[in-house]
């Protein structure tokens, strides 16, 4: 079955540094676009960033834009995101997803909060 399992998600001080993980399994990892959104608490998830199949290709958010950076590694079967200059309004569940052929799927997410 499909899993997707994020990780490095933690508490981190302004202007500090995460790097989150998802790794996937169930399915062709390098024959899908891969996506990580976000939801902050009492706001609606929103997308983050997405890559391509073989990462030649990368979008991002406005508000991460210069700051956050996705990435793969298709023999490992993992997506990255690696968050610099983290903001307070960056505190958020953040998700891997993937939308495939046997349709759309979650990770359980990652907890990610910025404070002093």
């Known amino acids: 079955q499909v899993q997707l399992v994020e990780s490095g998600g933690g508490l981190v001080q302004p202007g500090g540094s995460l790097r989150l993980s998802c790794a996937a399994s169930g399915f062709t990892f390098s024959n899908y676009a891969m996506t990580w959104y976000r939801q902050a608490p009492g706001k609606e998830r929103e997308l983050v960033a997405s890559i391509s199949s073989t990462g030649g290709s990368m979008n991002y958010a406005d508000s991460v834009k210069g700051r956050f950076t996705i990435s793969r590694d298709n023999a490992k079967n993992t997506v990255y995101l690696q968050m610099n200059s983290l903001k307070p309004e960056d505190t958020a569940v953040y998700f891997c997803?993937?939308?495939?052929?046997?349709?759309?799927?979650w990770g359980q997410g990652t907890q990610v909060t910025v404070s002093s």
């Open positions: 997803n993937a939308r495939i052929i046997k349709g759309n799927y």
